[in-house]
């Protein structure tokens, strides 16, 4: 079986492997690909295991990152967003399970941003719900030991500007589930599918305080849930899926 591996694109039908970057039939299986103002960044395993790597589109240029599990440990490294730069993602490490990263790009500036669950339990669910708005990136996380589930975060690249936006499910439940939307920005708000026991799933928005996170409509009146789904902005209006008693 041929590796999966990254391949460059500059003309069509002369399409080749960036790297290889485990030599032979094994696969380095590159998934969750952004690009940082011109420096692709991506997970790929090899001899170290799962980690982060980046690159410049030439294979002396794409290299591992940092080596956040030492070995052949895996830091399982997901969910990616941009801010000022700079590369936030989730990884775990050998005190702490899927927390918030940071990476300029380098080993040394590659650090662990705040550990939101300070245990070897996760805070957060991988690669699930993560937009950027006036320069502060949004996510989904939980706080197993406060018994919170999945609710909306901040941060601004800072430890002490990454926090809970509002509890809007309080206790384990939680306001969100992995297969919820991915939330979007529209007109200086973040638009996203959220659940309470009073409202089921429908469509909130947020300005990133607690008084400016709401409900937009409780589309599905009462306990039923609407439950949005792929929120899309075109021709400056937001479109979205989502179901009512009366219209399917």
Do not use: C
């Amino acid at each position: 079986m041929g590796e999966r591996a990254l391949e460059v694109r500059r003309h069509p039908g002369r399409d080749r492997r960036l790297k290889d970057i485990i030599s032979g039939d094994g696969d380095s299986n590159p998934y969750s690909l952004k690009n940082i103002n011109g420096t692709l960044y991506f997970a790929a395993t090899d001899s170290a295991g799962t980690e982060r790597w980046k690159s410049n589109g030439t294979a002396a240029g794409t290299t591992r990152v940092k080596d956040i599990v030492p070995g052949a440990g895996s830091s399982w490294t997901g969910m990616l967003a941009e801010h000022g730069g700079s590369l936030l993602f989730t990884a775990s490490d050998a005190t702490s399970a899927r927390e918030l990263w940071k990476s300029d790009g380098t080993a040394g500036g590659t650090v662990l941003l705040k550990d939101l669950n300070p245990d070897t339990r996760p805070s957060t669910p991988g690669a699930v719900g993560v937009a950027a708005l006036d320069n502060v990136a949004y996510f989904y996380a939980g706080q197993d030991e406060n018994a919170l589930g999945l609710e909306l975060w901040r941060s601004d690249g800072t430890a002490a500007g990454t926090y809970r936006v509002k509890d809007i499910n309080p206790g384990a439940g939680g306001a969100f589930s992995p297969w919820f939307a991915a939330p979007v920005t529209y007109e200086g708000a973040l638009y996203f599918a959220a659940t309470t026991g009073a409202n089921g799933i429908e469509l909130w928005k947020s300005d990133g305080t607690d008084a400016g996170t709401v409900l937009v409509k409780d589309i599905y009146a009462g306990v039923g849930s609407s439950s949005p789904s792929q929120l899309t902005v075109s021709d400056g209006l937001l479109f979205f899926r989502a179901w009512d008693p009366s219209g399917g």
